[in-house]
């Protein structure tokens, strides 16, 4: 129904899906195929109307299979996609909370915030980019939240600085939060942790694992959760981020790094030769 460039790597899309807009709630996510042969992977559902019957995607352009999704255009379709999958995030009685995006992450911070800020809590957003040039949804963020704070990490927005100096800002300068809410990188998720930790903030961290069916059966999305082990794609994905391996979760994460760059370069090399753009490989 829509798609639109939120930077160079980054895609907005508005997809038809009226059944699962009826049900979605923030927090769960969506698997989708491009082509009948096409892996499965995980988008979280960024926003949606029920009336209307679309849901929201925001992709980064990072493997194979979302360089093929941004080659579609408004008008074409998505081969599967089936959801809403995952557990609700569970923010009722919340009335004051600062929600954290690191990058890619704030398209799955968003939902959280808007949620928030919807049943009535007042909401800090912390949104945290490399630099000003790759800011996605500020002014989304912004309408979700009655404060927004902006960080790059070289300051080319004129806030210099990493998410957690910002909430330690807020942390010190009195905000009493029921619940902070990081979603991004694993170390940030991390650091964030460790920053409530000490003041007993409940803290939720969104586990963007592996995942491929997403109903628990391969169990490629593990993560020791309270020394217990759990499934992000039907335990979570939220879970409590004072009781996550964060450690095991990042060695993890790098198991299939090798793999993912492999076939992304062939998908670009094929996307440029139906293009016909002549691109060189280092």
């Known amino acids: 129904m829509e798609k639109r460039p939120l930077n160079d790597s980054m895609t907005l899309m508005r997809v038809e899906a009226p059944f699962i807009a009826r049900k979605a709630q923030a927090g769960q996510f969506i698997i989708l195929r491009v082509s009948e042969h096409g892996e499965r992977i995980p988008l979280t559902i960024a926003d949606y109307d029920r009336e209307a019957g679309w849901i929201m995607i925001i992709f980064q352009k990072v493997g194979k299979t979302t360089l093929m999704l941004d080659l579609l255009n408004e008008g074409d379709a998505i081969l599967d996609v089936v959801g809403p999958l995952g557990k609700a995030s569970e923010l009722?009685?919340?009335?004051?909370?600062?929600?954290?995006?690191?990058?890619?992450?704030?398209?799955?911070?968003?939902?959280?915030?808007?949620?928030?800020?919807g049943q009535g809590a007042r909401v800090d957003m912390i949104a945290g980019f490399r630099n000003k040039d790759i800011i996605i949804l500020?002014?989304?963020?912004?309408?979700?939240?009655?404060?927004?704070?902006?960080?790059?990490?070289?300051?080319?927005?004129?806030?210099?600085?990493?998410?957690?100096?910002?909430?330690?800002?807020?942390?010190?300068?009195g905000a009493q939060y029921d619940l902070v809410v990081a979603i991004g990188p694993l170390p940030m998720m991390k650091a964030v942790c460790e920053l409530t930790r000490p003041y007993g903030i409940r803290t939720v961290i969104s586990m963007n694992s592996l995942m491929?069916?997403?109903?628990?059966?391969?169990?490629c999305c593990r993560v020791t959760v309270g020394g217990k082990m759990k499934f992000a794609c039907i335990d979570g994905p939220d879970f409590d981020g004072h009781q996550v391996d964060f450690d095991e979760a990042?060695?993890?994460?790098?198991?299939?790094?090798?793999?993912?760059?492999?076939?992304?370069e062939e998908e670009q090399a094929h996307i440029c030769h139906l293009t016909g753009e002549v691109r060189s490989h280092a």
């Open 92 to 117: 009722e009685g919340v009335s004051r909370a600062a929600v954290i995006g690191g990058g890619a992450g704030c398209a799955i911070a968003y939902p959280q915030a808007k949620a928030l800020h």
């Open 138 to 173: 500020e002014e989304e963020m912004r309408a979700a939240s009655d404060r927004l704070y902006l960080m790059t990490d070289d300051g080319s927005n004129g806030h210099k600085g990493f998410v957690t100096d910002a909430l330690r800002a807020c942390i010190e300068e």
């Open 212 to 219: 491929i069916d997403g109903t628990g059966m391969c169990g």
């Open 250 to 264: 990042m060695k993890r994460s790098r198991i299939y790094a090798e793999a993912e760059n492999k076939e992304r």
